[in-house]
């Protein structure tokens, strides 16, 4: 080796230690509660993407945290809870999280959470309707275990479904959801027994919102597009700006 060559090689060292340095991790807060799940590989899964570090807090402190300011330590908060019955005064903490701009990730069954507010609804984007409520019963929604879903990408162009192509997934799918005005669909699909939109990005006050309807159990959390899918909104809704 040269003089000229051995001189580099640290200039080179120091240039990829300076941007592994710089690359940042995002800071994930997973609220947690209120239906039975496969723990350990929801954990597993989420402890697999890359640059996410997550922490955890389950009902019923998590409300308490959620209004506290150590919410201000998390990029985005992810909702994988189920509080149908959630007191009314607990929408003051969303609209809380909404004025502060924070940005959150809703799957699967956290749409099925507090049914008597309909801020709620607005917020995620959608919602299932469960009995109880007060809802028309023509209204009500339904859901189907282990189904084989093919999703197809409505949107191609956004950071969330950017490098997903088209994939089968095997999940529980929810038929006759409402949807909001004004979500932006992300992904699709015609099986008989699940609504057609089952992904989709919304905003709502100051905060950017992504759904997503897949993510029930193991085999939805060792699906790589089901990961990659989590992975990308983390990702994006941790860099978009405040609205």
């Known amino acids: 080796m040269s003089l000229k060559s051995s001189l580099r090689v640290p200039v080179i060292l120091i240039l990829i230690g300076v941007s592994t340095a710089c690359k940042k991790t995002e800071s994930v807060l997973l609220v947690l509660g209120g239906h039975e799940y496969d723990t350990t590989e929801f954990f597993e899964s989420f402890g697999s993407l890359n640059g996410i570090d997550f922490d955890t807090v389950s009902h019923p402190g998590a409300m308490k945290m959620l209004a506290s300011d150590r919410i201000l330590n998390y990029d985005v908060v992810v909702f994988y809870d189920f509080i149908p019955n959630m007191d009314q005064s607990d929408s003051t903490v969303f609209l809380h999280l909404s004025s502060l701009g924070k940005s959150m990730l809703f799957l699967h069954h956290s749409i099925c959470t507090f049914q008597q507010w309909d801020g709620f609804m607005h917020m995620v984007g959608g919602r299932y309707h469960m009995p109880g409520f007060g809802t028309d019963s023509l209204l009500l929604s339904d859901y189907k275990h282990d189904l084989e879903l093919e999703v197809q990408i409505a949107d191609s162009h956004h950071p969330v479904t950017r490098g997903i192509k088209a994939f089968t997934i095997r999940d529980e799918g929810y038929s006759n959801i409402a949807y909001m005005p004004g979500i ?16 989709w990005v919304n905003s709502y006050d100051r905060s950017n919102i992504v759904y997503l309807m897949l993510g029930h159990d193991k085999h939805a959390y060792s699906n790589e597009a089901f990961k990659k899918l989590l992975t990308n909104s983390i990702h994006w809704l941790s860099t978009k700006p405040t609205i």
């Open 184 to 199: 932006t669909p992300l992904l699709k699909t015609e099986h008989p027994d699940c609504s057609s939109i089952v992904g």
